[in-house]
Structures are given as C-alpha cells and as structure tokens.
Antibody
Framework: QVQLQESGPGLVKPSGTLSLTCAVS?????????WSWVRQPPGKGLEWIGE???????NYNPSLKSRVTISVDKSKNQFSLKLSSVTAADTAVYYC???????????????WGQGTMVTVSS | DIQMTQSPSSLSASVGDRVTITCRAS??????LAWYQQKPGKAPKLLLY???RLESGVPSRFSGSGSGTDYTLTISSLQPEDFATYYC?????????FGGGTKVEIK
C-alpha cells in the first residue's frame, strides 16, 4: 500500500523559499504515476500547484509557475517542492498526492499525504 | 483555467437523508470529474472518478452522475461518518481545478 509523507519547515519568512519533501513508501516513485503538490489555505479550498513524473517532466499551475520548482530524487524515492518569494498568502496546508493511472481516472488524486502546515511569517 | 462552481456551499441534513451536491464547470469536461470527501484536519479522500465510477472501498450509498458541464454527487442515506466537506475536481485540462466545497453538517 503506497503511502506519502510530507516533511519540511513549518515556518518560513516572507520573501523566503518554502521547501517541502514528499517521501513515497510502499511503492516506487518510478511507477507510471504522476506526483502532485496541492495546497489548502486555512478554511479555504484546494489549489493544485504542480506535478512531476519520474523522468523529471513537470507541469505547473500558471498562477504559480514563476515561483515553483518541483524535482524528483529516484534514489531516495521522493519528490520535492520549492516555492520562492513567499508571502502570507502562501500560508496553507501543503499536500503531496499521487495521480491515478486507472483508465478514465488519470488526473484524479487517489492517494494523499497527511499534509503539512506551512506558515509564512516573520 | 476551468472554473468549478459547487452548490450549495453548505447544507444541514439528518442521518438517513438523501443529499445531493451539484458541481458546474465553466466549459464541458467530458465526465473528467472526481469527487472527494474531506474531514477536519485530514487529507481529501477520493470517492468517485469519471463522474460516476466508485473508487474501490467507497460505500455504494455514494453515487455520481452528469455530463457536459453539470455533475451531481448523491448520498442516498446519510450516515454519521458522512458529515464532512465535499469537493469536485475537473481533470479534463491542466491545471486541474477544484470546486469551492460543500460542507455537510448535522441538522
């Protein structure tokens, strides 16, 4: 059973860079899945940040593209998120998620990490 | 981006009630729609995909329907563990986008 676990600092200073890692266990990051980051500001809805394939191919949300970098480390079976020039508006719970490979479900997120709260504050 | 509009934003219902939540896309999404359930402090859980296909392990009281731009999630008989917030998500085009959520509360 594949499980995802986010890790990283819970507090980031304004104008700094948010860095998170998602460890994949119970399966290989080199499977046929795409791997995503999704965030949720307190009391608000869900926003997709971007995705990566084990080859290193990426897609980003245009609203964040200039500030986002997602990378993969196959040797550690994990992928990472960097979000630069953060402001208070980037305060959110950040989730990593796996995209399904089931026919007709490609693009739906079938496995999620528990989420990690990141606060942007000085 | 495709905008997803859910209604209502919240509702109150009793155990045993039939509950319906709607989701409207700003353009046709060819049934590329998923529904999620989220409980406080927890990650979303996939319930349905392709508008009407039940994810493995999800109770059959959950069902989905729709086509084009309009989709519906129905809970046939609300159970105590179903009180949560529900989100729709389109995966027809990048970026995938979510509805604003529907909070189902106890009446």
């Amino acid at each position: 059973q594949v499980q995802l676990q986010e890790s990283g600092p819970g507090l980031v200073k304004p104008s700094g860079t948010l860095s998170l890692t998602c460890a994949v266990s119970g399966g290989s990051i080199s499977s046929s899945n795409w791997w995503s980051w999704v965030r949720q500001p307190p009391g608000k809805g869900l926003e997709w940040i971007g995705e990566i394939y084990h080859s290193g191919s990426t897609n980003y949300n245009p609203s964040l593209k200039s500030r986002v970098t997602i990378s993969v480390d196959k040797s550690k079976n994990q992928f990472s998120l960097k979000l630069s020039s953060v402001t208070a508006a980037d305060t959110a719970v950040y989730y990593c998620a796996r995209e399904s490979v089931v026919v007709a479900a490609t693009g739906a997120f079938d496995i999620w990490g528990q989420g990690t709260m990141v606060t942007v504050s000085s | 981006d495709i905008q997803m509009t859910q209604s209502p934003s919240s509702l109150s219902a009793s155990v045993g009630d039939r509950v319906t939540i709607t989701c409207r896309a700003s353009q046709g999404i060819s049934n590329s729609l998923a529904w999620y359930q989220q409980k406080p402090g927890k990650a979303p859980k996939l319930l349905l995909y392709a508008a009407s296909r039940l994810e493995s392990g999800v109770p059959s009281r959950f069902s989905g329907s729709g086509s084009g731009t309009d989709y519906t999630l129905t809970i046939s008989s609300l159970q105590p563990e179903d009180f949560a917030t529900y989100y729709c998500q389109q995966y027809y085009s990048t970026p995938p986008t979510f509805g604003g959520g529907t909070k189902v509360e106890i009446k």
